[in-house]
């Protein structure tokens, strides 16, 4: 068997997914309603034929041919060090797909896509019971599909190593249990001690094509290339990619909440930014992969709060920003601007919360779903355990199910071990960006000018060229001689939300 | 082997091909134009995969398990008539993928991929010796083409039959000669007697946006259904399809010409809603596929002309389009507007050509078309013969190769045999609109009433949803009782024209 061959094999494979993520862009952005069930069809039918063409006879043997099934190790020893990464990644998600059962997969699907839909309904009516048997039953998949998986320690494990190759909860759980420490006694100063912002002029009203206008400046001068990508509207901001030079993002906006649609342009322009740089001729190959999930969200974190959050940002964009909207900004200078974006406060939804309180909701659900994956939790006492979490971590309670447990989709869709990877990021990009101002000393200055694009680049040269030649501590470890720690982003939130409450330094 | 067998893999075939009619939409819309290369890959992988089904062993077995191959009957006598028709189809689309070799499609495909971008640049240049050898070649090739098919009287009728099942180029040359000396009568009755009219005020300024408001509502009251598709904008408007639940158009605008995008609207709505009438279950079957490209041409050319360049048409929203329309349209009145958008004046380019010279464009190409094929007119003899048939056909001479002969797209793409069908629309569009008048007495009250949905409703009983169950031969029998004949269409133009430049009815 060929190199060659495994390559072609896998290359097809990943246009099928690409191919099915136009459809999917389409359906979120243009698809007319009444098209729904032909859409899914072809969805189905292309994520179908991936599946058979990875699991079939032909891939194994192909595999079989250059890799030792055990281990993951090329049979040629003499095999050069990208394409004994390639080998091995190739291994690796064969093991993936190829371990769960046909059948299982094909239940699993149709019920998460059931659930999704008696989800939506249950959060409108906030009919926490019509949501449970479905959850159970999801739950109860999950176990099973970690079985096939295998683990050490715990069933959870097997699910976060999907989303986060090589971390699993006792790892997390140490990461987070320091974090979660801080940030409560942070979020206690801030409220307890810290001089209050009036943020009330963000609700004023913001010209939506303006907002749109400003969002797509912002992306150009981070460095997006439009000839490769574009933004529309969407339901959920989200970045799609279809190849290195076809990479997608979506807002939306809201007259009156200026920072949803600005922050979500930064945010997902930095996914987008990781998805073009992505090396061309990786295409097709494991290689060309983005690491993790948590890696990618490190991504757009970096660019939405500790670039785009940042005073030096704002330095560059505020008098462009205050000359396209004079009215609702009238009397608020930049100090004033910087404070409201930043403005700290507990509340119950997470994809609003502010950047303190953001990981908070991210641990919750992370020890909630521990103890759900692990049988130590019932899905009839989850609202409750929920709502005392939410007190511990943040001081407030939901008064219903839609704003509290009800309002994540992951769970419906089994996606569960994908949450600690929006925290993961966190802690990643802080780590990256230490290293960032060790390259770039006047990074304060490169932002202030609106320089963008030497952080790009740097990230670009750091990160997103790498594909999948390492995992995310290799990566790491790399950048910083450290292993992944919550310091640096503890460190960070510190100094900034200290400054912005007026706090004495810790 | 089972029909139920041949129908799924009919069905994927036809999956495939949506699928690939979705990236084509999207790349002639919104896609960013660095990802040019990238999408021609996926394309082309998804036709050579569509392709390597349609003639593989496998499709063959269950096929000739059910049919026979000599005739396409079905081996069971006892089929009922909708699955003998669609064994037959099945069978014929058969032949025709089956019989050209891998290797020539493959070839052809490359030339002609290459073809349109030196005829692109060619165009330009108004240089056609650049163009000449490639057409040669191409020419070369469907001749090879027609031999593979197989034809009874000359290579060119192999080619027509692909666009227009059952036609060829005798009773063509009988329907088109008739049409040629009634056409050159009347267009020179118009310009020797007719009264003239003044169509500069279409050319004041028409703002884009009111426009393409303007042609939203008029597809909308035509009963196009925007759950199932919607109008964007592209270079060429064009009408695709992923599943009759999902019809798309675009348009075109210009300020400066307000016909273009109203009228184009019209012309692909009529497409579209052609193509909105197939019945959905009959999506993945040969029975759910229009008829032909000149039935597909009859439903654009019925709505944008037949009912969409009438009094009656405009009696119903001349007063809509004042109101939005006030300025450019200021003292102009329904009757001088109805002349406006009804000018005859020959002219270069066939796609701007008015109802009653457009055909002789098509005549024209159908002519030199089957001298090229039939190897009776040599490339380099082309320019000269284009010149003259202009002048026979037309009365008039272009004065470059870029108004001229390089002016269409497709003999760079290899479409001999495509252009007789639009000519072949008109004809089919004039009798079925014969059939309905007597269906519908009051058609001109229902027309004047705005109630249009009645017209489409006709349509789609009596035409859409037939599908393919029937040839345009046969679906012209069916609502004429008599055979194709230019008789309707020339009847039509002569009273309508007639009329407008105040001609003495013959």
């Given at each position: 068997m060929s190199i060659q061959e495994l390559k072609d094999r896998l290359a097809e494979i990943k246009k099928i997914d690409s191919i099915g993520a136009v459809l999917h862009w389409d359906q979120e952005t243009?698809?007319?309603?009444?098209a729904g069930d032909a859409r899914a069809e072809h969805i189905s039918y292309l994520s179908t034929l991936a599946h058979r063409l990875h699991t079939g006879q032909e891939f194994l043997n192909c595999l079989k041919g250059l890799v030792n099934?055990?281990?993951?190790?090329?049979?040629?020893?003499?095999?050069d060090a990208d394409t004994r990464r390639m080998l091995y990644l190739a291994w690796k998600d064969y093991r993936d797909v190829s371990t769960l059962p046909a059948d299982f997969v094909k239940e699993l699907a149709l019920l998460t896509a059931k659930s999704q839909q008696v989800w939506q309904k249950a959060r409108v009516e906030n009919d926490f019971n019509a949501f449970a048997p479905y959850l159970e039953k999801i739950i109860d998949f999950k176990r099973k599909e970690a079985e096939y998986y295998g683990?050490?320690?715990?069933?959870?494990d097997a699910l976060i190593d999907k989303f986060e190759p090589g971390m699993n909860t006792e790892k997390i759980t140490i990461l987070f249990n320091r974090l979660k420490e801080a940030l409560v006694q942070l979020v206690k100063d801030i409220r307890e001690k810290g001089t209050p912002i009036d943020d009330k002029p963000m609700q004023r009203s913001f010209d939506v094509d303006k907002q749109w206008e400003f969002g797509l400046k912002v992306a150009e001068v981070m460095g997006y290339d439009f000839t490769c990508g574009r933004q529309d509207k969407s339901a959920h901001p989200f970045t799609t990619t279809f190849h290195p030079t076809d990479v997608r993002i979506t807002t939306r906006l809201h007259k009156n909440n200026f920072k949803t649609a600005i922050f979500s342009t930064i945010h997902e322009t930095g996914h987008a930014l990781y998805e073009q740089g992505l090396r061309i001729d990786d295409?097709?190959?494991?290689?060309?992969?983005?690491?993790s999930f948590g890696i990618h969200e490190s991504q757009s974190r970096i660019w939405e709060n500790i670039i785009g959050r940042s005073r030096d940002f704002w330095y560059h964009f505020y008098p462009q920003l205050t000359g396209m909207f004079s009215r609702p900004l009238v009397n608020i200078n930049l100090d004033r601007f910087y404070k409201m974006i930043n403005t700290v406060k507990p509340s119950l939804i997470r994809v609003e919360a502010d950047e303190v309180t953001y990981s908070l909701h991210i641990m919750l659900r992370f020890e909630i779903e521990a103890l759900l994956i692990d049988g130590k939790l019932e899905v009839k006492d989850l609202p409750a355990a929920w709502d005392q979490k939410m007190e511990e971590f943040l001081g407030i309670r939901p008064e219903d199910y839609k704003d509290g447990v009800?309002?994540?989709v992951h769970w419906s869709m089994g996606a569960f071990g994908y949450f600690p990877s929006y925290a993961l990021g966190n802690l990643y990009g802080a780590m990256m960006v230490n290293r960032m101002q060790k390259d770039i000393p006047d990074l304060s200055e490169t932002i202030k000018s609106g320089k963008l694009p030497i952080i790009r680049e740097w990230l670009r040269n750091n990160v997103h060229s790498i594909g999948h030649r390492m995992d995310a501590e290799e990566l790491i470890r790399k950048l910083t001689g450290e292993s992944l720690s919550a310091e640096p982003f503890i460190h960070y939130l510190e100094k900034k939300y200290r400054d912005i409450y007026a706090l004495p330094n810790k």
């Open positions: 243009y698809m007319p309603e009444g099934m055990e281990t993951g190790e090329p049979l040629q020893p003499q095999t683990y050490t320690t715990t069933p959870y295409y097709g190959s494991p290689l060309g992969e983005p690491i009800l309002q994540d």
